[in-house]
T-cell receptor
Framework: AQTVTQSQPEMSVQEAETVTLSCTYDTSESDYYLFWYKQPPSRQMILVIRQEAYKQQNATENRFSVNFQKAAKSFSLKISDSQLGDAAMYFCAYRSYTGTASKLTFGTGTRLQVTL | GAVVSQHPSWVICKSGTSVKIECRSLDFQATTMFWYRQFPKQSLMLMATSNEGSKATYEQGVEKDKFLINHASLTLSTLTVTSAHPEDSSFYIC???????????????FGDGTRLSIL
């Protein structure tokens, strides 16, 4: 079974600064997908960014980018020019490539605070 | 974009009653839907995978008779918490993936969740 680990329960960043959230995972599969989801106080789950394991190029979405290290099984999220609206819980998630069920396995989450 | 509607958003009821939560994919068909439970300040824990036209697949430790799942159509799955007790109080979230794109990077789309409080 796959496991996802987020070793930082809480992180804090000043507005306009950059912060990196860590995520590692354990799998024996070679093809899979990785996601970062954001959950603000409203508790809505919002997709931030996704990465296919077969792609070497790191995914980017505006101020959000990932550092995907397949050999190290690491998938960190970098938030640049942090904004107050970035404050939320961030969950790293893994999904197998094979199988139609393709359930998500979530990490324990990192609570990000953004300060003025 | 893909939208998943979850209803109700908040329900309070007495111990012993049954509560039904609906999850609808509004603009796409979903052969598979997922039900999660989230305790305060914790991660999402998958309870079961709902399959249209067949029985749900429950995760280890989840009581099938307590959490009844029905996926009667390609756009609707329901979770019924039977004979609910205070320990069933939690935040329940559903998600769905568009049928036909299972082997792709298309993500799951989440409902807004249901806060269940059992008195």
């Amino acid at each position: 079974a796959q496991t996802v680990t987020q070793s930082q329960p809480e992180m804090s960043v000043q507005e306009a600064e950059t912060v990196t959230l860590s995520c590692t995972y354990d799998t024996s599969e070679s093809d899979y997908y990785l996601f970062w989801y954001k959950q603000p106080p409203s508790r809505q789950m919002i997709l931030v960014i996704r990465q296919e394991a077969y792609k070497q190029q790191n995914a980017t979405e505006n101020r959000f980018s990932v550092n995907f290290q397949k050999a190290a099984k690491s998938f960190s999220l970098k938030i640049s020019d942090s904004q107050l609206g970035d404050a939320a819980m961030y969950f790293c998630a893994y999904r197998s490539y094979t199988g139609t069920a393709s359930k998500l396995t979530f990490g324990t989450g990192t609570r990000l605070q953004v300060t003025l | 974009g893909a939208v998943v509607s979850q209803h109700p958003s908040w329900v309070i009821c007495k111990s012993g009653t049954s509560v039904k939560i609906e999850c609808r994919s509004l603009d796409f068909q979903a052969t598979t839907m997922f039900w999660y439970r989230q305790f305060p300040k914790q991660s999402l824990m998958l309870m079961a995978t709902s399959n249209e036209g067949s029985k749900a697949t429950y995760e280890q430790g989840v009581e099938k008779d307590k959490f009844l799942i029905n996926h009667a159509s390609l756009t609707l799955s329901t979770l019924t918490v039977t004979s609910a007790h205070p320990e069933d109080s939690s935040f329940y979230i559903c998600s769905a993936r568009r049928t036909g794109v299972e082997r792709s990077n298309q993500p799951q789309h989440f409902g807004d969740g249901t806060r269940l409080s059992i008195l």
